[in-house]
């Protein structure tokens, strides 16, 4: 049967993720080491498993009547407002769903009609693409260097920018390149916004990963911004809690309405359990200190892993965020993809092509050091022995 002209074009166009592709290689290697893994290798704390176990004893195993479970829209409208100086109203700014991959999606869906435009920085989050892909969106890439942090500037942004352009989406701090917006790089971007009159998607899920003094900034918290950016993030990352499934999305009650019917038509709540750890992670004084040990450990992985990486001859700027090196491989090969193929063969580490992010990822590669520290010591060890004599 000729299935093809049954299926959606725009997601048989999309190619496999190198991550899967590459995890699935892997397993042919008894000694693999993954460094393309992109979530918290810590487990998630007793004080929130606890969580979970009390909800399903006490059977909090049905739907959540109105996508969330109580006191947890509060919760995070109260975060974001002493956090991040975000004002959303607890009772119709918050949607919840399982994870911040979905209420991305749904951000995206409640936003591009066929054919429209959001911007994307270039290298990007890899899966905003298929995300956009398959709505029917199209990616307006934004090329962003190195040498300028990552981050667009306006000029960048003014380059790009068509008729048809309707929104942008920004994270900071970045995956794949580690990178923080400062507040001017911020402002810049929301002065572009407001002067193109564009909706603002701002992922924060790496909000707390960040080193050196390096600050985060909201740009929903700057002056006129609040009206026309949606803030998404997560749980995933702050509570090691990324199979469990719980983000979120914040904005204007008229945008989170539409946001919430497509989230409540795909996957009708996050769950239940699941949403009542967050709500203990955000309640709950320990938390804090749960993420100060885990961005104490990255930090000092970040520091090995950026020496090593540049010590091999793979250049690497020091990352203020997130957990990844973004290195240069272009000095060996030109062609992110086949550099780590060969990686993987002849040292068994796995590692993500720098072109899964978008064209300018080319050239790239990224390492993630959410891995013992000790695997990232052999896995540095392996690929310096096979690089050594070229
Ligand atoms: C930038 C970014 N946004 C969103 C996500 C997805 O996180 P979640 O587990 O909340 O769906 C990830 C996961 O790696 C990410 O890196």
Excluded at 133 to 162: I, M, Q, S, W
Excluded at 210 to 227: C, M, P, Q, T
Excluded at 333 to 348: A, C, G, K, W
């Amino acid at each position: 049967m000729d299935y093809d002209r049954f299926l959606n074009k725009e997601l048989t166009g999309v190619p496999e993720s190198p991550l899967s592709e590459l995890a699935r290689k892997s397993q042919h290697f008894k000694d693999a080491i993954s460094l393309g893994r992109g979530e918290p290798d810590f487990d998630m704390p007793d004080f929130l498993k606890d969580a979970v176990t009390t909800a399903l004893k006490a059977n909090q195993t049905h739907y959540a009547p109105a996508g969330s479970v109580p006191g947890l829209d509060e919760a995070i409208a109260a975060k974001l407002e002493k956090e991040n100086g975000i004002s959303v109203d607890a009772k119709s700014g918050v949607v919840v769903g399982a994870g911040s991959s979905p209420v991305l999606q749904a951000a995206i869906a409640a936003l591009l009609n066929p054919g429209e435009e959001i911007m994307l920085m270039d290298p990007t989050y890899m899966m905003y693409i298929p995300a956009v892909r398959t709505l029917h969106g199209r990616c307006n890439f934004v090329p962003v260097f190195e040498e300028n942090n990552f981050a667009p500037t306006k000029e960048d942004l003014e380059k790009r920018y068509t008729k048809k352009t309707k929104a942008l989406l920004i994270n900071s701090p970045c995956n794949p390149t580690g990178g923080v917006f400062t507040k001017a790089e911020v402002e810049e971007i929301a002065d572009f916004a407001v002067e193109k009159d564009l909706i603002v998607i701002s992922d924060e899920i790496y909000e707390y990963i960040v080193y050196d003094g390096a600050k985060h900034y909201s740009i929903a918290a700057l002056d006129g911004l609040g009206e026309r950016t949606i803030t998404v993030n997560g749980f995933s990352k702050a509570y090691a809690m990324t199979g469990l499934r719980v983000g979120y999305a914040a904005g204007p009650s008229e945008l989170m309405k539409q946001i919430f019917k497509f989230n409540y038509f795909g996957h009708i709540c996050a769950c239940v359990p699941s949403m009542y750890a967050a709500l203990e992670g955000l309640r709950n004084p320990k938390s804090r200190a749960f993420v100060a040990k885990q961005v104490k450990e990255y930090d000092r992985r970040r520091k090995f892993i950026v020496k090593k990486l540049n010590d091999i001859g793979l250049a690497t700027r020091m990352p203020q965020g997130a957990f990844y090196a973004f290195a240069r491989c272009d000095p060996f090969d030109r062609n992110s993809y086949s550099f780590v193929n060969r990686i993987l063969d002849e040292t068994h580490v796995v590692a993500t092509p720098g072109s899964a992010f978008g064209p300018h990822g080319e050239g790239f590669v990224r390492f993630s050091y959410a891995t013992k520290y000790e695997q990232i010591e052999e896995a540095m060890e392996r690929i310096d022995k096979l690089l050594a004599c070229e």
